[in-house]
């Protein structure tokens, strides 16, 4: 079975600033996905960014970016200029083909950003 | 992007009655739905997996006859909560997947707070 962990359960940063939100999963499969998901006070869960695991290049949306190390089976996520509005819960979420497409989530992160 | 909705997004029930919460794709067929809890400050547990036109799979530990699930179209699958208790009360989230495969994108829906008093 996979499992997904997130080390921090709440973080702050300052408005403008970098952070980086950690996350682990354990598998034995080759072929997988992972994802970044934001829940913020509204509870919708809200895709930031996805990594195919087959693909060595890092993903990165506009202030957001992972550093995945297969290997190590890392994949934090990384936010710059952090704004008031990334305030939220973070999900690190795996899915991968011998689960179907059903996610597996880490525990979450609390992040605040502080004016 | 793909719109998943839910109705209601609150609801208060008595103890002893059912209450059903429906999950809508609304712009896309959705072949795959998924059922979420979430508990306060918590992550998102799953509770079952319903294919359109089949039963839904039930994770280990969701009572199948508590948590009915029907996925009786491409675009609506309802969650119905039968003979509700206060310890039922939580944040029920369904998203939903388009694609046969594995790798295909879920859509959450914006979650529904049920109360059981």
């Known amino acids: 079975a996979q499992t997904v962990t997130q080390s921090q359960p709440e973080m702050s940063v300052q408005e403008a600033e970098t952070v980086t939100l950690s996350c682990t999963y354990d598998?034995?499969?080759?072929?997988?996905?992972l994802f970044w998901y934001k829940q913020p006070p509204s509870r919708q869960m809200i895709l930031v960014i996805r990594q195919e695991a087959y693909k060595q290049q890092n993903a990165t949306e506009n202030r957001f970016s992972v550093n995945f190390q297969k290997a190590a089976k890392s994949f934090s996520l990384k936010i710059s200029d952090s704004q008031l509005g990334d305030t939220a819960m973070y999900f690190c979420?795996?899915?991968?083909?011998?689960?179907?497409?059903?996610?597996?989530f880490g525990g979450g992160t609390r992040l605040m950003v502080k004016p | 992007g793909a719109v998943v909705s839910q109705h209601p997004s609150r609801v208060i029930c008595k103890s002893g009655t059912s209450v059903k919460i429906e999950c809508r794709s609304l712009?896309?067929?959705?072949?795959?739905m998924f059922w979420y809890r979430q508990f306060p400050k918590q992550s998102l547990m799953l509770m079952a997996t319903s294919n359109e036109g089949s039963k839904a799979t039930y994770e280990q530990g969701v009572e199948k006859d508590k948590f009915l699930i029907n996925h009786a179209s491409l675009t609506l699958s309802t969650l119905t909560v039968t003979s509700a208790h206060p310890e039922d009360s939580s944040f029920y989230i369904c998203?939903?997947?388009?694609?046969?495969?594995?790798?295909?994108?879920?859509?959450f829906g914006p979650g529904t707070r049920l109360t059981v008093t």
């Open positions: 712009d896309f067929q959705a072949t795959t």
């Open positions: 598998t034995s499969e080759n072929n997988y996905y």
């Open positions: 979420a795996f899915t991968s083909r011998g689960a179907g497409n059903m996610l597996t």
């Open positions: 998203s939903a997947s388009s694609g046969g495969g594995w790798s295909y994108e879920q859509y």
